[in-house]
Each structure stands twice: as structure tokens, then as C-alpha cells.
């Protein structure tokens, strides 16, 4: 039997047009130790998570102003990384498929079918607590799970000798740019490259997708095979419009950024890309995770090679 204080700490942000319904699900939450914030719709939700930054969203469907499906995108779509991947369960009176479908297309992780218990509330939240919490090597930075569970996914599926493709991504021109514009910014581009593959990746993607951090500016996703070439495309070519954002607009003329090495010289570097290094398991050739790094690691070093944003698949330019 779970007690009190297993709940005690965590967050949880129910959205809801219904006083009555966030009442009675707040009371429920709140017996079971949980904290609890409450808001009336879409706009005060969108409010209210900035500074709440709760662990779970319980989110109903069918609101005035803004539906829960705008509010569940507008989440993902969030420029914080902690916020954009809090887990969302849907509320919803309605039970057909097509709708729990356009729930998890807008980015819900899981949800309840009006009217039901408390037990089954509790389970939901508690289960979706647990599986972050269960990676205790989430990055603080991005929420992404760790090398840990990087490890513990790519073994995983070696060991079920499951088809899958592996991408590595790695910014170019970073240290330059953080050596230029301090940490701060910095942590920006990274929260950035979370950012944007984390929503590519759900949207083009399935639902057993993997990302994850490695840590600094290198990050990793385990995907089908087929889908691999797809989603590096639309990371890159998303990054490379949103990563503008990050520069002065005289650098952006300039088309480059300068800095001073150690000996005094001056350098001048690009603007930040993305190099992309794809492995494909479809064939079974990998048979162990350190096979996966050394693959890895020759293909982004090719990469590297390469001016601008690119991605690599068996040692070929795409």
C-alpha cells in the first residue's frame, strides 16, 4: 500500500472547465499527498505551468477558449524542455477512437474515459510519476533520460534482436559559440536541439521512439529504420532556421562569429550546424552496444567533415 509521503513533493496541474470535476479531483490528489493546482481552461493552464512545473498534467478535452488537444500542443511545443515534456493525461467523455488518437497526435501520454474512479486516477498519475522517476539519469537540463537509460534501451533491444536505426547528433561550432556568448546561451542551443527533436521525433515517430541526452551538445535517438532519414531531415532543416535565433544580428550578417585562442590568434567560426550519424540494426549486423558506439562514432566523425548541417548513413553523404 503506497503512503502519503510517496506522494509527497510531486505536482500535479489539473486543467478543467468544470468546478465541480477539478474539486473533486483535486480533493482525491490531495488525500493521496499530492499538490495540487487547478485551472479553468487552456490560457490559465499555458499560465500556471510556467511557474508550477508540476510532474503530471490532467488535461481535459473539451473546454471554451482554447480544447485540451491546442493546450496539449502548445505544451510540447514549449521553448523550456522541463515543461514541454511533463507527462499529459487526457480527460475526455469521449471514447472513441479517432479522438484518443488526436489526443496522442497533440502529444498526451495516456488517458482516462469520463466518468471513472479514484483509483484509477491515482494509478495513472502515480505509473507516469514512476517512469520518470525510474530514470534517475534524466539530463537537468533538457529532462531527457540520461546515459543510463541510453545504455539500457540499446541493450534492450540488441538483446530482442530487434530491427532499429540509431541517430547521434552532435553541434558543430559549439565550444566557439559558447566561448562567444557564455553558458547561458549555450544551455539555450541544447535546450533547443531537445526541443526540436523531441517534437519531430513524436510527430514523425512511434510511440516506442526513444531520445535521449548523452550530455553536453550530444544527443541520441532510437527509431525504425525506415523512419531514421525522414526525421533527420526535418531536424535539421528545423534547426537550422531556429538556430538563428540564438545569434546578434551582426554575426548573422557576418555569417560567422569570431574568438581569440589561446595564443592571441583570431578565429573565425560558422554559424552553429548539426551533423547526424544514422546506424542501422535492420539487418541484425550489430550484435552488442559497444559495436553501436564505434559505428556511431566513425560515421560522426565523417560528418564532422563535412560544412554545414548533414546527416551520414553507411558512410555516404545525404
Known sequence: MRTLTEAAGHRVLVVD??????KI???NLELAGFGVETAADGPEALEKIETVLPDVVLLDLMMPHMDGYEVARRIRAHHNPAVANVPIII??????????????????DDYITKPFGPQELLARVRAKIRRVEVDSSLSPLTRLPGNLAI??????????HEPFAVLYLDLDNFKAFNDVYGFTHGDEAIQLIARITSDIV????????????????DFIVVTQAERSEEIAKEIISEFD?????????????AGYIETRDRRGALNRFPIMSLS?????NDQGQLSNYAQVGEAAAEL???AKSIAGSTYVKDKRRS
Open 17 to 22: 472547465d468544470d468546478r465541480n470535476l477539478r
Open 25 to 27: 479531483i483535486g480533493t
Open 91 to 108: 480527460l475526455t467523455a469521449k471514447s472513441e477512437t479517432d479522438d484518443k488518437l488526436r489526443g496522442f497526435e497533440a502529444g498526451a
Open 151 to 160: 545504455e539500457g534501451e540499446l541493450r534492450r533491444r540488441l538483446d530482442a
Open 202 to 217: 513524436r510527430r514523425r515517430g512511434t510511440p516506442t521512439d526513444f531520445v535521449g541526452h548523452i550530455g553536453g551538445d
Open 241 to 253: 532556421t531556429d538556430i538563428r535565433g540564438l545569434y546578434s544580428a551582426k554575426d548573422l550578417r
Open 276 to 280: 547526424i550519424a544514422i546506424v542501422s
Open 300 to 302: 560522426k566523425r565523417y
